[in-house]
């Protein structure tokens, strides 16, 4: 229809809303086109990320590791892991090392302190340390069994496989572990086998990683209660670490993304601590009060107070949920302990006066820093009088210290 023409059929009608009619017209054609043009941008992101679950890993099946040569329940001592660098520059970066699957988990001569650690707070503290969404529960199963193949072979002295499961010959346990009807939550009877806390992070149908089981009973500084469900970068931003978003967050995400079944990883952290319970540092505050912090610490404690406390952490994914396993092995010494070790109280002063301000505050340092760096000082000096040798490049690289 002619529009003149128009106008005389509706003779109230005026050009200038005509002219307003057409644009509106042209704005949804042009939104209309890019939508179907461009469906991407507008699809709802979790059916545009493809589950890395269902994403070709190929077959792994874990190898059946060597025994640990002659490990003993009571004369293998912890590994000497001393995981802090000479400055001047602290450097936060994600620090992964490829680890190999027979060296998945670590025991040593400190698993009965760490087992009955352990099993007094399964006790007291139950569901706040140990948890399993029923989202979860495969892949908690599947941890169990991957430690009943696992820990028999590598510490035949200490497991030994049963027709149902796995006996622990030191403490006289026995775990049957076959069927839905376990006696524990699998989580609890994974975390009475080793000396390590356990994560299961769950991929989420929007590609984001959820922490959705944990046995977290000797964490020190942090509770599962508080990280429960939580994504990977939720986890780190509600806990203020150090340059999360420009040093971390892009890295972390695309490593979950894409470890493959038969990629161990490992990386280890350290920090000081002001008091001597391996479980929970009360120092930060109780465990049951709700905001914790360095403020409440104690400042400068004497150096028999002070403690070393560093973590070894792994990564892998489990071949038949795609879950990720985190673990988080604990090594916990007096101070005055590791002093006495070779360039050790110089390279832990450097190191701590290394740190920016966002660590050292991140670190509790503050509390500390007179005491401990005054002792490490002199402890650096009396190794040189001894005659301590420079500095050598495997001690200045390369795990474990
Ligand atoms: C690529 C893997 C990961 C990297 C590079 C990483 C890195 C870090 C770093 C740098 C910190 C600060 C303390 C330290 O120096 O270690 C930290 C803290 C922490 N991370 Fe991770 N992390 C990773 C995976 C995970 C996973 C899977 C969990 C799941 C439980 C987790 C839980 C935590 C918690 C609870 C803290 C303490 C946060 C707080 O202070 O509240 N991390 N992480």
Redesign the pocket.
């Known amino acids: 229809m002619d529009f003149r023409l128009e106008m005389l059929y509706f003779p109230g009608l005026k050009w200038e809303i005509l002219l307003c009619i057409c644009a509106g017209f042209l704005v949804v054609f042009y939104n209309l086109c890019k939508q179907y043009l461009q469906p991407n941008r507008y699809q709802n992101p979790e059916k545009e990320t493809k589950h890395s679950r269902d994403k070709p890993h190929g077959e792994f099946k874990m190898p059946v590791p060597p025994a640990y040569p002659g490990w003993s329940l009571k004369t293998t001592k912890p590994l000497p892991y001393r995981a802090f660098r000479y400055g001047p520059k602290y450097n ?5 090392r490829v680890v190999a699957p027979i060296d998945w988990i670590e025991l040593d001569n400190q698993f009965p302190k760490f087992h009955a650690d352990k099993a007094a707070r399964i006790i007291e503290r139950g569901e706040q340390c140990i948890k399993t969404h029923e989202e979860a529960f495969s892949a908690a199963v599947e941890l169990l069994e991957e430690l009943t193949e696992y820990l028999p072979a590598r510490y035949p002295s200490l497991y030994q496989k049963t027709a149902t499961g796995i006996r622990n010959l030191w403490s006289g346990e026995s775990f049957n572990i076959q069927g839905r009807l376990l006696q524990e939550d699998p989580m609890v009877i994974c975390s009475r086998l080793v000396q390590d806390d356990l ?1 299961l ?1 769950i991929e989420q149908p929007d590609g984001q ?1 959820r ?1 959705l089981a ?1 046995s ?1 009973l000797l ?1 020190g ?2 509770r ?1 209660s ?2 429960f469900g939580m994504t ?1 970068s939720d ?2 931003t ?7 978003h420009e ?2 967050e892009g ?2 995400l695309k ?2 993304q894409r470890l493959k079944c038969d990629k161990f ?1 490992a ?5 000081i601590q002001v008091d001597e319970s391996l479980p929970w540092s009360y120092s930060i505050g109780d465990e049951d009060s709700p905001a914790l912090s360095w403020s409440t610490a104690e400042k400068n404690k004497a150096i028999e107070h002070h403690w070393f406390r560093s ?1 070894r ?1 792994t ?1 892998r994914r489990l071949p038949k949920t795609k879950a ?1 396993c ?1 673990t ?1 092995r604990t090594y916990f010494h007096p101070i005055t302990d590791i002093v006495k070790e070779d360039h050790v109280p110089g390279r832990l002063a450097s190191a701590v006066r290394s740190w920016d301000d966002w ?1 050292a505050e ?2 509790g340092r503050e509390k500390y820093e007179q005491v401990l760096l005054e002792y490490l000082d002199r402890k650096h000096k009396e190794q040189l009088c001894d005659g301590l040798g420079p500095v050598s490049e495997d001690t200045t690289e390369g795990y474990p210290w």
Not at 92 to 96: A, K, R
Not at 238 to 244: E, N
Not at 267 to 271: A, G, M, S, V
């Open positions: 936060v970066t994600m620090g992964l994560a992070m990683y922490l944990g977290i964490a500084f942090w599962l508080d990280k990977l986890i780190h509600s806990g203020h670490v150090p340059h999360f040093k971390l890295g972390m490593f979950f990883y990386r280890n952290n350290y920090f973590e952490q990564l990720i985190f988080i660590v991140y670190k």
